[in-house]
């Protein structure tokens, strides 16, 4: 599976972005996808998940002002960021879970990067 995340930028506090993540290869046996995100000096973060039956998780921090959601035919998940704030700055990362022996065999896409300004 491959991941191709875009749509990050700058933009000024209470601004929206969107972002999207389209998979490429065996998408067929993915079950989860997701964004997490990296602040600088900080870990990897949940930021948002969708299961293929379309369950969302959201980090308490981003409930409300994200909307994850997907598009089968593109093979694309997206998220919807409103009223951004700085504390949302951070490279963000695509990532989705396939079936796999035991445990979900893990893919990254690379990172876009979301800066929010004060």
């Known amino acids: 599976v491959q991941l191709q995340a875009s749509g990050g930028g700058l933009v000024q506090a209470g601004g929206s972005l969107r972002l999207s993540c389209a998979a490429s290869g065996n998408v067929f046996s993915i079950v989860v996808m997701g964004w997490y995100r990296q602040a600088p000096g900080k870990e990897r973060e949940l930021v948002a998940t969708i299961t293929d039956r379309g369950i969302t998780n959201y980090a308490d921090t981003v409930k409300d002002r994200f909307t994850i959601f997907r598009d089968r035919a593109r093979n694309s998940i997206y998220m919807q960021m409103n009223n951004l704030n700085p504390e949302d700055t951070a490279l963000y990362y695509c990532?989705?879970?396939?079936?796999?022996?035991?445990?979900?065999?893990?893919?990254w896409g690379q990172g876009t990067l979301v800066t929010v300004s004060s």
């Open positions: 990532k989705a879970d396939m079936e796999g022996l035991g445990s979900p065999i893990v893919f």
